[in-house]
C-alpha cells in the first residue's frame, strides 16, 4: 500500500528530525555554556588577575616610600619584585594588541602579571574576541591607563634610585617624591576600581546575556520540538487510521476470498498457499490436502500441453489470461471450469504470486448442451432436425469435394399422412412419425443423417458414396427401395394396426459449387415426383424436373401479379334442356396474359391451390359471378338462367367460406336459386360431418349444390345420401364414350337411375355428339353441357349465342 509506505516514511523522518533538533539543542546550548563559562571564567580571572595587579601596585608603591625614606637597597628590590606583576600584564596586553597577537609573549606577561595558568587562555580569549566591544574597550581604556601610570611610577622609582645611589636626594626630594607618589597611588586607584566595577558590569550583563541567549535559543528549541511532535502526533493518527482501515481492507479481503468464487493463490513457483472454502468443496481437496502441491494436481488430461505454454506465455505477457478449461475433481471427475489467472507483482515488477479464480460452469454447459441439442433437434422424434442437417450436409458438400466421393439426399415423406391424421387424430399421427424415425435410424449408417424436416418429411443424407454417378445411384437406389420396404410394414399403433407407404425424392451431390438449399429443393421436387408416379416409389431428381420447377415459380409469380392486375376473366358454358332451350350456364375462368393470351384453367388453378392463392381466386369468381346474375336480372333472356361456379376443396372449408357467399348474394341482391354452387366428389370424403354442415348453411341460404365431376372418386352412396345436392354432373370421361363402351354406357345408365331415386337433377357434361345427347335423353337426362351446344365464351359472345337460340 504505497500511501501507507510514505506516510510510515516521512514519520520516520520526522522522529529523526526531532532527535536531530535535540542533539542540536544539546550541543548549542553546551557550546554556549561552554562559551559562557569561558567568559565568566575570564572576567573572573580579569577581576583576579586585577586584584593581584592592585595589591602588587600598592605593594610597590609602600616598597617605594619605604625606600624613599630607609633608602635600604631590599625596599627597591621588594619594589622591583612587586612593580613586574603589573609591568607583565602590561606586557600581555601590548602582546594582544598588536596587529597579529603575540599569544606566547601575552602568556608570559600574564604569568609574570601572576595570573593563574589556566586562566590565561580564557583571559585572552575574552581579550582577543571582545576587545573592539564597547565594554571591553572601557576595560582595555582602564587598563592602558593604569599601565601608563605604573610606567610614571616606574620612572619616579628610577629617578629615586639613581637619586640616592647618587646621594643627591634631600627631603624636598623625598618630600615631592612622596607627594607624587601618593598622586599615581590615587589615580591607580581610581583605575583599578573602574577597571573592577566595569569587569563586574560586564560578567553581570554577559551572565544575563548568556542566561536570555539560552532561554531563547532553548524556546525555539522547544517551539520547534513541539511543531514537529504535533506534526509526528497528527502522522501517527493518520497512520491509526490507514492501519485502522488497512484491517478493515484485510477483513473485506477476508470476506471476499470465502466468496462463493474458487479461488487458490499460488507463489512465483506455482506452489499453492491458500484455497478457500469454496475450492476445497468444489474439487474435494482439503486445505491441509492441496497446500504445498502444484495447480498441476488439478489437471484433467484433456488439454495437450501447448495449451498450457500457451496460457502461461500469455500470464507472462499479458499479467493475465482467462479462459475455459477441463478441471479434474479429486475423485476423478473432469469438469468444465472458466478460469482467471492472474499475476500478482512486487515492488521490483517481479511476479510474485499468481491467483486464480474460476467457476464451475459444470451446469452452464449442460444447459448449453441441452439448447444446442433442442436447437438442433425434433422434439418428437429426437431426430436432427433441418438446421442440423444443412449443417452437416455444407460439412459434407466440403469434405466431397475433397475426397471427390459422391453423396446423396433422400427425401422421403408418408403417404396420405394428412388423412390418417384427420382420421385417427393427431396422437395416433405422432406415434406414427416415431415409428417411422425408429425404423429409418435402424436401417442407416451411424455417418449417416436421418433428419426429419417437419409434418411427415424426414431426409436422410448418405455419404461416402462410390465417386461414380451411376455406382452412386445404383447404391442409392438399393438403399431408397429398402427404405420403402422398411417403411411400408405394417405399424401398430396403440389400438391401430395400419400400413403406410412412403414417396421417396432422391438428389446425389458431389460438392462442386453445389448449394445446401438447392439440393434440398431437388430431393423435394423429385419427392413431389415420386408422388405423381403413384407413391410408394421413388424418383431421382433431373433437370427436366428444375426447369417445370422454375416454370412453375414463375407462373406462382405471374399468378399474383394477374389478380392484382385483374387479368382474370370469366368464360360461360351453355347448359340447355333436352329442347335445347338455355336453362343456365357454367362460369369458367380464363387468364388473359400479357404476353401469352387466353391462359385455361388446366395450367395454373392446381398451383393456385397449393399456394393458396386459389382463395382470392375463387372469391373474385364468386364476386363476378353473382354480379353477372345480377345484371341478367333485367332481361327476360336471361333473368332465368342458373349460373354454375366451381368451389375448390380448400376454398370449401375456409371457416367463413358460407358468410362469404352470404355476403355476395346480399350484397348483389340476386336470387340465391339462381347460383349454383360445383363442389368435387373429393371434396366429401374428408370430414363429412363438417362438410354437410357446411352445405346445410348453404342450402339455408337458398344456392343450389351440384355434385361435379360424379363418377370420378369414391361415389359413395353412403355419403350421397346424407349430402344435401340438389343435382349430380355427370363426368364428361364417361360422356365421351358412352355410344361406344358398354361399361360406361352402364355407369352413366346407373348414374341417372340413382340421381332419381335420390330425388336429384342430373347433368350430363361433355356432350359433343347428337348421339351421346340422345343416349343420356333416352336413359332420363334432360340436362346438358358440351361443345355441341357451345363452348366457354366471353359474356358477349354468350349474350350474343342466347339471342340466337
Ligand atoms: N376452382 C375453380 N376451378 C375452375 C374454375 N374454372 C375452371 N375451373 C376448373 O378448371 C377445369 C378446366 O376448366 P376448363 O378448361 O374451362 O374446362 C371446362 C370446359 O371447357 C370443359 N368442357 C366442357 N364441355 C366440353 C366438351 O364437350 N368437351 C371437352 N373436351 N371439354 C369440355 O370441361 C371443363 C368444365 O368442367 P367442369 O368444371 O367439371 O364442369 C374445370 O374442370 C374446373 O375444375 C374456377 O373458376 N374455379
Not at 12 to 19: G, K
Not at 113 to 140: A, K
Not at 373 to 383: C, P, Q
Not at 740 to 764: C, E, F, H, R, S
Request: proline share 2%; charged share 20%.
Amino acid at each position: 500500500m504505497p500511501k501507507k509506505l510514505a506516510m510510515r516514511n516521512t514519520t520516520i523522518s520526522h522522529v529523526y528530525l526531532i532527535i536531530a533538533m535535540f542533539v542540536a539543542m544539546i550541543i548549542t546550548l553546551t557550546f554556549l555554556m561552554q562559551i559562557q563559562m569561558n567568559a565568566l571564567m575570564a572576567v573572573r580571572a580579569y577581576i583576579g588577575g586585577a586584584g593581584v595587579w592592585a595589591k602588587a601596585q600598592k605593594e610597590a608603591i609602600l616598597s617605594l616610600e619605604h625606600y624613599a625614606l630607609t633608602h635600604d637597597e631590599n625596599d627597591y628590590q621588594n619594589y622591583q619584585r612587586s612593580i613586574q606583576i603589573p609591568i607583565g600584564d602590561l606586557q600581555a596586553r601590548i602582546a594582544l594588541q598588536k596587529p597579529n597577537p603575540d599569544l606566547a609573549m601575552a602568556r608570559e606577561g600574564f604569568l609574570i602579571g601572576g595570573n593563574h595558568p589556566e586562566d590565561i587562555e580564557s583571559m585572552s580569549d575574552l581579550f582577543l574576541r571582545f576587545q573592539n566591544f564597547s565594554f571591553m574597550t572601557e576595560v582595555i581604556k582602564s587598563w592602558t591607563t593604569g599601565d601608563k601610570l605604573i610606567a610614571e611610577l616606574n620612572e619616579e622609582a628610577e629617578k629615586l634610585h639613581q637619586d640616592i645611589s647618587s646621594h643627591s636626594i634631600n627631603s624636598d626630594t623625598v618630600h615631592t617624591f612622596m607627594i607624587r607618589t601618593n598622586i599615581i597611588n590615587q589615580h591607580l586607584t581610581e583605575q583599578e576600581n573602574l577597571f573592577s566595577s566595569t569587569l563586574a558590569t560586564i560578567s553581570r550583563s554577559a551572565s544575563h546575556a548568556s542566561r536570555n541567549f539560552s532561554y531563547t535559543i532553548a524556546l525555539l528549541f522547544t517551539l520547534l520540538g513541539v511543531g514537529i511532535s504535533w506534526t509526528i502526533i497528527a502522522r501517527i493518527r493518520a497512520i491509526d487510521t490507514v492501519l485502522h482501515n488497512s484491517e478493515a481492507y484485510l477483513r473485506i479481503a477476508a470476506t471476499a476470498f470465502e466468496s462463493q468464487e474458487n479461488l487458490i493463490i499460488t507463489d512465483a513457483n506455482e506452489v499453492i498457499l491458500r484455497v478457500n472454502k469454496a475450492f476445497t468443496e468444489n474439487t474435494g481437496y482439503s486445505a491441509e490436502e492441496i497446500i504445498g502441491q502444484t495447480p498441476r494436481l488439478l489437471k484433467s488430461g484433456r488439454h495437450p500441453p501447448e495449451f498450457y505454454k500457451e496460457m502461461w506465455e500469455t500470464i507472462q505477457l499479458k499479467g493475465a489470461w482467462q479462459g475455459e478449461i477441463w478441471g479434474r475433481r479429486k475423485n476423478g471427475q473432469i469438469y468444465p471450469k472458466w478460469l482467471s489467472i492472474s499475476a500478482v507483482k512486487g515492488a521490483g515488477g517481479h511476479i510474485t504470486h499468481y491467483i486464480g479464480s474460476y467457476i464451475d460452469i459444470t451446469e452452464r454447459k449442460e444447459a448449453e448442451e441441452k439448447i444446442k441439442y433442442i436447437a438442433f433437434h425434433d422434439h418428437l422424434t429426437n431426430l436432427p432436425n433441418r438446421r442440423l442437417l444443412l449443417d452437416r450436409l455444407q460439412q459434407a458438400l466440403t469434405s466431397n469435394a475433397r475426397s471427390g466421393r459422391k453423396g446423396a439426399l433422400l427425401f422421403i415423406d408418408l403417404d396420405n399422412f394428412k388423412d390418417l391424421n384427420d382420421t385417427l387424430g393427431h396422437d395416433t399421427g405422432d406415434l406414427l412419425l416415431q415409428q417411422v424415425a425408429q425404423r429409418l435410424e435402424a436401417s442407416f449408417r451411424e455417418n449417416d443423417t436421418v433428419s426429419r424436416m417437419g409434418g411427415d418429411e424426414f431426409v436422410v443424407m448418405l455419404l461416402d458414396l462410390s465417386e461414380h454417378h451411376m455406382e452412386a445411384a445404383t447404391q442409392t437406389e438399393l438403399i431408397g427401395e429398402k427404405t420403402l420396404a422398411i417403411l411400408s410394414q405394417p405399424y401398430q399403433l396403440d389400438k391401430y394396426e395400419l400400413t403406410c407407404t412412403a414417396s421417396i425424392g432422391i438428389t446425389l451431390f458431389d460438392g462442386n459449387d453445389q448449394m445446401k438449399d438447392e439440393l434440398m429443393k431437388q430431393a423435394d421436387i423429385a419427392m413431389y415426383q415420386a408422388k405423381k408416379a403413384g407413391r410408394n416409389t421413388l424418383r431421382f431428381f433431373d433437370n427436366q424436373m428444375q426447369d417445370a420447377i422454375t416454370i412453375r415459380t414463375k407462373l406462382d409469380t405471374e399468378l399474383h401479379k394477374a389478380l392484382e392486375s385483374q387479368q382474370f376473366q370469366l368464360y360461360y358454358q351453355i347448359q340447355v334442356d333436352n329442347a335445347r332451350r338455355p336453362i343456365g350456364a357454367e362460369a369458367l375462368i380464363r387468364w388473359q396474359h400479357p404476353t401469352r393470351g387466353v391462359v385455361f384453367p388446366g395450367e395454373f388453378i392446381a398451383l393456385a391451390e397449393e399456394t393458396g392463392l386459389i382463395l382470392p381466386i375463387g372469391k373474385w369468381v364468386l364476386d363476378t359471378a353473382c354480379a353477372q346474375i345480377k345484371a341478367w336480372q333485367n332481361d327476360a333472356s336471361t333473368q332465368a338462367l342458373v349460373l354454375a361456379v366451381n368451389v375448390s376443396a380448400n376454398q370449401f372449408r375456409q371457416a367463413d367460406f358460407v358468410s362469404q357467399v352470404q355476403t355476395c348474394v346480399q350484397l348483389h341482391a340476386i336470387n340465391p336459386m339462381l347460383l349454383k354452387l360445383e363442389l368435387t366428389e373429393s371434396l366429401m370424403l374428408k370430414d363429412v360431418d363438417d362438410t354437410i354442415v357446411t352445405m346445410n348453411s348453404l342450402k339455408e341460404i337458398g344456392v343450389q349444390l351440384s355434385l361435379d365431376d360424379f363418377g370420378t372418386g369414391y361415389s359413395s352412396l353412403q355419403y350421397l345420401k346424407r349430402l344435401p345436392f340438389d343435382q349430380i354432373k355427370i363426368d364428361r370421361s364417361f360422356v365421351r364414350d358412352i355410344a361406344t363402351d358398354p361399361n360406361d354406357a352402364a355407369i352413366v345408365q346407373t348414374i341417372i337411375a340413382m340421381a332419381k331415386t335420390l330425388g336429384l337433377n342430373v347433368i350430363a357434361e361433355g356432350v359433343e355428339t347428337e348421339e351421346q345427347r340422345e343416349f343420356l335423353n333416352l336413359r332420363g337426362c334432360y340436362a346438358y353441357q358440351g361443345y355441341l351446344f357451345g363452348k366457354p365464351v366471353p359474356l358477349e359472345q354468350f349474350e350474343a349465342m342466347l339471342e340466337l337460340a
